[in-house]
């Protein structure tokens, strides 16, 4: 019997049905993933892809040979847990430091669009 | 001898006994860089005035330490440019960070900066360090020094061709799937990536958390000790930053390697391996089996499933890791935006190159609503699986061994437009991030003129075994490898 004791054995909360998804990438597929990851695509780029991911996801496929219900996930592999620290009040860097990479600045503070409108 | 030629061993004895300055070794290797990087491409930045100043700073300690000075002072290095470097320019080789100057220095670069190292140039990579080739650097590819029509490997394959044409003593990379040790087979230097955990992530711009190590690359293996030394150790601003004490390398891997056990797995010999390649492997083994090392073959039934496994994991990572640019803190920022979200969007559709969109792109499908299980989680347990492969084999061998590369290094272009063809050439090194395990590359032949990479994976934490074995391997093969660097037409 294999072993897994020592790595993070959080169960998954959902089971995992490996005949529920297809691997065909649709174009709508690229707008959608695109949008929630806030990335402008080209059409042409969509197009291209949408080609790339269906193969990769195709290749993808070859982990549905396994069956892995009783097996617990590993999200890192250091047996290390609850890593805590002083709650001391350190220096932190300067505010000239940090603000001097920024694209857009008002006095000491980054500039952005507007989030809310009314 | 040329200087620039040097190992930091032998560059350190020099400067002891005060027969060289930092300052030459310094100028020899930026006449270097001024010579040949027009034709390899390796650097990004040089930076020279720094370089010389560091270089005084080193030769007036050097005076006053003499024989107690620190390993690596006034020894110039090469640092891949996405490891953060205070002051100097830290890119990426992402235009989305060309002009980013990180207001702090990594871990990696304080402990190399409190050595008195001389920094002289920030080198080529993959974008955000997703690649294979160096082909996906946003601003050119680095070629390899021993056919310039060939690609160095990547993501680290500045460094690599950097230490590989002496443009430098020492290089730092990266290795999230192979991008230290695929570099170094394929430009014939020794490349490590330490057990995860050894070295602190701060500093180092994140591709994909979990699997991340800063590693060296250096022209033999005791340089690789020294460095490793040098850049390992606890740091608490890296909570995934190993507790573990850190051994004294340069002196571990000069212990006999007879009576250890060495595993050869079958599934890294099978389909798709140069068989020029594999002899070289095979070779290399015999010799070890002749020091008295006993070799037993093993296996790790799940390799097949590595590769389906690292591009999910480290897309998903890299995809919430590379959230950050937004434009607004720092970075490139579109001019061409109305709104907040449009802001977004086209800073990140404008200053991220097609291999990061892609990996985005893949990663944040395998995590989004409905495709979460089915990928991300199920690649997890497939890691569990993949990590107790590993385990089992070190039940009954102190290391496995086996190729680095299935091939020497392919030509520009020839798998740039075929994604999955680019992920397979770290088959044999993606498994040992997957799993944290330590992996050592160094140069065990050549095949067409070009370097073959003899692997060694080990134990968590146990570098010191990995140390020996290529130290041992080094000295009975009694060879060292170089390539021909006549200077060549610049591309």
């Known amino acids: 019997m294999r072993r897994y004791n020592q790595f993070e054995a959080t169960k998954g909360k959902r089971a995992v049905k490996d005949s529920d998804h297809t691997t065909t990438i649709t174009r709508a597929d690229v707008q959608h993933v695109a949008n929630l990851a806030r990335l402008a695509l080209s059409a042409e780029e969509e197009e291209r892809f949408q080609h790339q991911l269906s193969a990769v996801f195709e290749h993808f496929q070859k982990l549905s040979d396994l069956d892995t219900e009783q097996i617990p996930p590993t999200a890192q592999v250091i047996p290390l847990t609850n890593v805590m620290r002083p709650d001391a009040v350190e220096p932190s860097l300067p505010e000239q430091d940090v603000l001097a990479n920024a694209p857009d600045r008002e006095g000491d503070q980054f500039r952005v669009r507007a989030i809310l409108e009314f | ?491």
Request: proline share 6%; hydrophobic share 40%; net charge negative.
């Open chain 2, 1 to 491: 001898m040329n200087l620039n030629a040097l190992t930091i061993h032998q560059a350190q004895d020099l400067l002891r006994r005060g027969e060289i300055s930092s300052l030459q070794l310094t100028e020899a290797v930026l006449a270097q860089i001024e010579s040949l990087d027009e034709s390899i491409h390796a650097f990004v930045t040089v930076t020279a005035a720094e370089a010389r100043a560091q270089a005084q700073a080193a030769d007036a300690r050097l005076a006053q330490d003499g024989v107690a000075a620190p390993p690596l002072l006034g020894i110039p290095a090469a640092i891949k440019d996405v490891v953060s470097t205070k002051g100097v320019r830290t890119t990426c080789s992402s235009r989305m960070l060309e002009d980013y100057v990180p207001p702090y220095d990594a871990t990696v670069m304080e402990k190399l900066n409190a050595q008195g190292i001389v920094l002289v140039g920030k080198t080529n990579m993959d974008e955000f360090a997703m690649g294979s080739s160096t082909e996906h650097s946003a601003f050119f590819t680095t070629r390899n020094p021993w056919d310039r029509e060939r690609v160095p490997g990547g993501s680290s394959g500045g460094s690599a061709a950097a230490v590989a044409a002496d443009q430098a003593i020492f290089a730092l990379g990266s290795d999230t799937g192979g991008s230290i040790r695929q570099p170094a087979a394929l430009c014939g230097v020794v490349g490590m990536k330490p057990t995860y955990g050894r070295v602190s992530r701060y500093g180092l711009v994140a591709f994909a958390s979990s699997l991340d190590q800063i590693g060296p690359f250096t022209k033999d293996v005791t340089d690789c000790a020294i460095v490793l030394e040098a850049i390992c150790g606890h740091d608490p601003r890296d909570a995934t930053s190993a507790p573990n004490p850190v051994p004294n390398w340069p002196e571990a891997l000069k212990q006999d390697v007879r009576g250890l056990r060495l595993g050869v797995p079958r599934e890294y010999f099978g389909a798709g391996i140069d068989p020029e390649v594999e002899q070289a492997v095979r070779t290399a083994i015999d010799q070890l089996a002749g020091l008295g090392v006993a070799v037993e073959d093993v296996s790790l039934p799940h390799t097949d499933h590595a590769l389906a496994t690292y591009y999910i994991i480290a897309p998903a990572e890299a995809s919430a890791n590379l959230a950050r640019y937004d434009g607004i803190r720092y970075g490139y920022a579109a001019q061409d935006a109305e709104t907040m979200w449009d802001a977004y969007s086209r800073t990140r559709g404008q200053g991220f190159g097609s291999e990061v969109k892609r990996r985005i792109l893949v990663g944040t499908h395998a995590l989004s609503s409905g495709y979460y299980d089915a990928y991300y989680l199920k690649a997890q347990k497939v890691r569990t699986l993949i990590a107790a492969d590993f385990q089992e084999a070190f039940e009954r061998v102190d290391a496995i061994v086996c190729p680095t590369s299935a091939t020497v290094a392919f030509k520009i272009g020839e798998r740039i437009d075929d994604p999955i063809s680019m992920y397979l050439s770290d088959l044999y090194t993606l498994p040992g991030n997957v799993a944290g395990l330590p992996g050592v590359s160094q140069p065990c032949g050549l095949v067409q003129g070009l370097p073959v990479g003899l692997q060694f994976i080990g134990k968590p934490y146990d570098e010191s075994t990995l140390l020996r074995l290529a130290y041992a391997y080094e000295q009975v093969s009694g060879k060292s490898y170089k390539p021909a660097l006549s200077q060549g037409a610049p591309h």
